[in-house]
Nanobody, 127 residues
Framework: QEHLVESGGGSVQTGGSLKLSCQNS????????MGWFRQIPGKEREVIGA???????VYAESKKDRFTISKNFAKTAIYLRMSSLKPEDTAMYYC?????????????????????WGHGTQVTVSS
């Protein structure tokens, strides 16, 4: 069973940057499609993007410019770097894991296809 633990959230001013981390408390993030979602208060969860075992990334169209997903060499963690942050980026950010083929198909934007979820880390952007 996956135990995903996010970290790195916090408060930042408009225009700032933040890097979130996600680790599997069991051992590795290898052999999974990994991704990030966020939930803005009062809105449904939305996908940010995903990264496969080889490090290939996919992004929601609206997230391509300011969000970058990466993975460390040891494949023990994935990251979400966010830049030029805006107050509307204030949200709970979730790390997710799914089957290895999820990233390459067209189903990764659908939250119901992700099997494992972390508890989330809060990001607050102040103006």
């Amino acid at each position: 069973q996956e135990h995903l633990v996010e970290s790195g959230g916090g408060s930042v001013q408009t225009g700032g940057s933040l890097k979130l981390s996600c680790q599997n408390s069991e051992y590795t993030v290898s052999n999974y499609c990994m991704g990030w979602f966020r939930q803005i208060p009062g809105k449904e969860r939305e996908v940010i993007g995903a990264i496969d075992d080889d490090g290939t990334t996919v992004y929601a169209e609206s997230k391509k410019d300011r969000f970058t997903i990466s993975k460390n060499f040891a494949k023990t963690a994935i990251y979400l770097r966010m830049s030029s942050l805006k107050p509307e980026d204030t949200a709970m950010y979730y790390c997710v894991a799914g089957g290895p083929r999820l990233c390459s198909g067209g189903n990764w934007p659908d939250e119901t296809n992700w099997k494992y979820w972390g508890h989330g880390t809060q990001v607050t952007v102040s103006s």
